[in-house]
């Protein structure tokens, strides 16, 4: 257990907590060309699931962090349940798990009138969703150490102590 755990000298400088099941939603550009013969510029979205860790600096953030281990959130755009934190490291791998074709108003295409897809290699990153909370927070101490806590959603007072224990402060004895 880090110093800071224990109440000495060290403090909580960060906190991240490593989601493991995310959906991340892409998109990239694409040309359909249609079994009647006819040709569409439009995109292609993807569903995603993949993992993440999110971070979030202390004590400026503290409030942000706590309000997203909390609850359901996403980041799309629009989204009413949007969080704040100051960096997310994204896995580098996901699982696509559905697609769906859009022309350049963002009408859905019929994927059975489609011959052939021809699209860009770059996908661009629209948001991520989470609906499960956390697997695991880690608490970064200002003497360089850190903390593991397993995340207990049965027990009703888990995100109190998580605030205690984000929030101690150095004892100088």
């Not at 490593?18 to 993807?46: H, P, Q």
């Not at 942000?64 to 799309?76: I, N, Q």
């Not at 991520?128 to 927070?137: A, L, N, R």
Request: hydrophobic share 30%; aromatic share 10%.
């Amino acid at each position: 257990m880090a110093q800071g755990a224990q109440g000495n000298k060290a403090v909580p400088t960060r906190v991240r907590a490593r989601y493991d099941a995310l959906w991340e939603y892409t998109e990239k550009e694409a040309t359909f060309t249609m079994k009647d013969g006819s040709v569409i510029s439009g995109k292609i979205r993807y569903d995603n699931k993949t993992s993440a860790t999110l971070a979030w600096e202390l004590p400026s953030s503290l409030e942000e962090a706590l309000a997203a281990f909390g609850k359901s959130w996403s980041t799309m755009d629009g989204s009413t349940d949007d969080i704040d934190f100051d960096d997310l490291d994204p896995s580098w791998s996901s699982d696509n798990k559905a697609c769906t074709y859009y022309d350049e108003n963002d009408q859905v295409i019929d994927e059975d009138a489609v011959e052939d897809v021809e699209d860009d290699d770059c996908e661009d990153v629209l948001g991520y969703e989470s609906t499960y909370g956390p697997s695991c927070i880690q608490i970064d101490y200002s003497d360089g150490q850190s903390e593991f806590l397993d995340v207990d959603f049965d027990s009703e007072d888990w995100l109190a102590r998580l605030r205690e224990a984000l929030t101690r402060e150095s004892s100088q004895g």
